[in-house]
């Protein structure tokens, strides 16, 4: 069983127009309602490709939360959530064909409590003798602490881990003493941030990978459609996406994440497991829905993916 652990899930609204115009009527052609967010994003994809999941975190209670959660019940994605008390928030996509872009409206999340804290810990504590890997992303609620995953990687114990964070949480994640090694993940604008000085470079996104890079773990920066840089601890690797027509790159970083992870637990390399990550995340790039996408794309993808060292 993978642990997908994310603290500010979301009930998505992704709609779809022929054509988009700011300023005007704009009537869908589609419209999808489904649970989304990071960390259900990874589990749909691992779901999808054959893996045992749970994802757990925070829900806010009220129709959207049940929506939430019930469209998990549907697509039979296991869930252990820890119902908070702040309404679940919702986001919209507006996907327009015409101009192949997608624009998100996002609704940030509501504050948690330290008792919310607690329990969630307490849950990730049962689940953790039948977890083999964990993927741990998103950005915190108010009220969370910047500690909070740190603590959250005390439960990993040993397994391949890999933690999707910028900012506070990550540099807190990074410096705790004692850690598991684990794979950091961001992309380049979340490095910039982390870091604190431009990652405009190549020689800059080497330098900034090193900062970020875990003690016996590794980092893996994401560029969008473009290349994607490797550090695993001991030397640099470019994993190139294949390029394919794009509908909507949202989610396409958690499909990533969920392609890492098989990898990991399959027991490649991170470079190589990082191609079928870029292999994922391409896939999804394909569908209007976040987290959503075949087998036989990956499959297909993935013959186009090559792991080079820089």
Not at 51 to 67: K, L, Q, S, Y
Not at 91 to 113: K, P, Y
Request: proline content about 6%.
């Amino acid at each position: 069983m993978i642990v997908c652990l994310g603290t500010t899930p979301v009930y998505q609204r992704s709609m779809v127009f022929e054509r988009l115009r700011p300023n005007g009527v704009n009537r869908a052609a589609a419209v999808h309602d489904y649970a989304s967010g990071k960390s259900i994003n990874v589990a749909r994809v691992l779901h999808t490709l054959g893996e045992g999941v749970v994802a757990t975190g925070f829900v806010g209670r009220g129709v959207r939360g049940d929506a939430l959660l019930a469209d998990l019940d549907a697509a039979g994605i296991r869930h252990d959530f820890v119902r908070v008390d702040s309404p679940a928030r919702q986001c919209i996509t507006l996907i327009d064909r015409a101009a192949g872009t997608a624009t998100e409206l996002v609704e940030e999340s509501g504050a948690v409590t330290a008792d919310d804290c607690g329990e969630l810990a307490r849950r990730l504590a049962a689940l953790e003798p039948a977890a083999k890997g964990w993927v741990m992303s998103g950005s915190l609620p108010p009220g969370a602490p910047d500690s909070f995953y740190a603590g959250c990687l005390d439960f990993v114990k040993g397994h391949p881990a890999i933690l999707d964070a910028r900012g506070g949480p990550l540099r807190e994640a990074i410096e705790t003493p004692g850690l598991p090694g684990f794979v950091v993940k961001l992309n380049r604008d979340e490095l910039a941030e982390t870091v604190g000085f431009p990652v405009d470079s190549d020689d800059a996104v080497r330098h900034a990978a090193r900062r970020v890079a875990p003690a016996e773990g590794g980092a893996v920066i994401t560029g969008g459609a473009g290349a994607v840089t490797v550090f695993d601890g001991e030397r640099f690797w470019r994993v190139e996406p294949p390029p394919v027509k794009a509908r909507s790159a949202v989610g396409s970083g958690d499909s990533f994440s969920a392609g890492m992870m098989i990898g990991l637990l399959s027991g490649k390399p991170l470079a190589e497991a990082c191609a079928l990550g870029a292999a994922c995340g391409a896939a999804n790039a394909m569908t209007d829905k976040a987290g959503f996408l075949s087998r036989a794309d990956v499959e297909a993808l993935l013959a186009r993916v090559r792991a080079e060292p820089m």
